[in-house]
């Protein structure tokens, strides 16, 4: 497939454009020279996302102003407003990571190894089968876990893994294992990622998940998955959907946790409470660098990178890592996975804290599920004649050495049948 993309890139393909806009030189020194002392107390002070924003637009455009109308500033007066903008980007920038660099200090307050403060709630909405409410500064996630049946079962039509039969068709559809994809393309865990533009105070589209969305969500989810019980110890598919309220950096991390505490909360037996963190970098060009714990939404806008890490007390189970310079050393990588260690293992402590804390056990509103162990030779008294042919069928056809099966049924009245029956 990689062979033909790039054959096919060759022969339709286009250049890729690299043309970048560039501030004039001098521009960014007259910027610092109009604002540099009111930016950077502004830096120094810890304020909140909304409130540092109304006050550095403010700066902002009083700082255009000058630039238009002092005659110390003629050169700039006709630069359009996208040149302005770069340039006051790179202002910005770097007068946050000289402050970090210099003082240790960010813009919220905090050291380069804290954590900002974290709230959680268990059972918020009483009709769900789990639910939490994981706050972790200004970024928040409402989390909802569903347990379901077989036929609950995510469907996926992708490369590793192509649907050839229904659930609803009721034959002996193996599933895999928790949130992996198996033969026939079906998951019993997924998690859905919801980022409405009104968590970050905008207006804007609402539909079908983006790219973004997509990728948050299969990221949390497979930091969820390998503490998911397999089918034979919890026979129920388990759906997480977390909506962000509000974000402030790292709204994928916030949902590894409040999922996780969903689905205690629904009573899914899971081996290990999960935590994510997101871990930034700020390097110079002499080879001074940072790294900065639990990072707000300037630090990855400003910073140079972006590295999530989530897992257990027992260690890692998924990490993305985004990065926009060269030179990040297997030094700075120790030091970065050393600190999302012992950020993981705080956000840990701090979740065992939730008020109300997960139930932990199945909600009154949750689907019951019965275990029915019966022989092959009595299955048509239970399914059909019919069916209990085709079953055989596909036991020979899959090869199975088992001489029984174990049924489970859910109240609405499907069955599954598991790989192997046990005495």
Request: with cysteine.
């Amino acid at each position: 497939m990689c062979q033909q993309l790039t054959s096919w890139a060759a022969q339709v393909g286009k250049s890729k454009r690299i043309e970048r806009v560039l501030p004039p030189a001098g521009l960014k020194e007259a910027l610092a020279d109009i604002a540099g002392d009111r930016v950077e107390q502004l830096y120094k002070t810890a304020l909140t996302k909304d409130e540092r924003a109304v006050v550095l637009s403010t700066i902002q455009t009083e700082t255009f102003q000058i630039l238009q109308s002092d005659v110390k500033y003629l050169a700039f007066a006709g630069l359009d407003e996208i040149t302005l903008t770069v340039a006051w980007k790179y202002f910005e920038s770097a007068i946050m990571r000289r402050i970090v660099l210099r003082d240790g200090i960010r813009s919220d307050g905090r050291s380069v190894t804290d954590i900002r403060p974290i709230t959680s709630r268990c059972a918020v909405l009483p009709r769900t089968h789990g639910s939490t409410l994981f706050t972790r500064g200004e970024t928040q996630a409402l989390c909802v876990a569903t347990l379901g049946s077989d036929s609950d079962a995510q469907k996926v039509d992708g490369i590793r893994g192509d649907v050839t039969a229904s659930i609803d068709s009721e034959e002996d559809s193996p599933i895999a294992a928790a949130g992996g994809r198996g033969g026939m393309g079906l998951e019993r865990f997924y998690l859905q990622y919801y980022f409405p533009p009104s968590s970050v105070g905008e207006c804007g589209r609402v539909g079908p998940a983006g790219r973004r969305e997509l990728g948050h969500g299969e990221l949390a989810q497979r930091a969820l998955a390998p503490a998911v019980p397999p089918q034979d110890q919890f026979p129920y598919t388990v759906r997480v959907e977390s909506t962000i309220t509000e974000s402030n950096g790292s709204s994928s991390m916030a949902s590894v946790c409040g999922g996780c505490l969903a689905m205690l909360d629904a009573g899914v037996p899971l081996t290990d409470p999960v935590a994510g963190i997101a871990m930034g970098l700020i390097l110079e060009p002499d080879g001074s660098y940072v790294v900065l714990s639990d990072i707000l939404g300037s630090e990855d806008a400003l910073g140079d990178m972006d590295f999530k890490v989530a897992g257990s007390a027992r260690g890692i189970s998924a990490f993305q890592m985004d990065i926009k310079v060269e030179g990040i050393t297997l030094d700075i990588m120790k030091q970065a996975l050393a600190q999302a260690a012992a950020g993981r293992s705080h956000i840990l402590q701090e979740m065992e804290a939730c008020n109300p804390a997960p139930s932990r056990t199945l909600s009154r509103w949750a689907p019951k599920v019965a275990l029915v162990q019966i022989s092959p030779e009595k299955l048509g008294f239970l399914i059909g004649p019919f069916k209990s042919s085709r079953h055989q069928k596909q036991q020979s056809k899959q090869r199975r050495s088992s001489s029984s099966c174990s049924w489970t049924s859910s109240r609405w009245g499907r069955y599954y049948v598991s790989d192997e029956w046990r005495a």
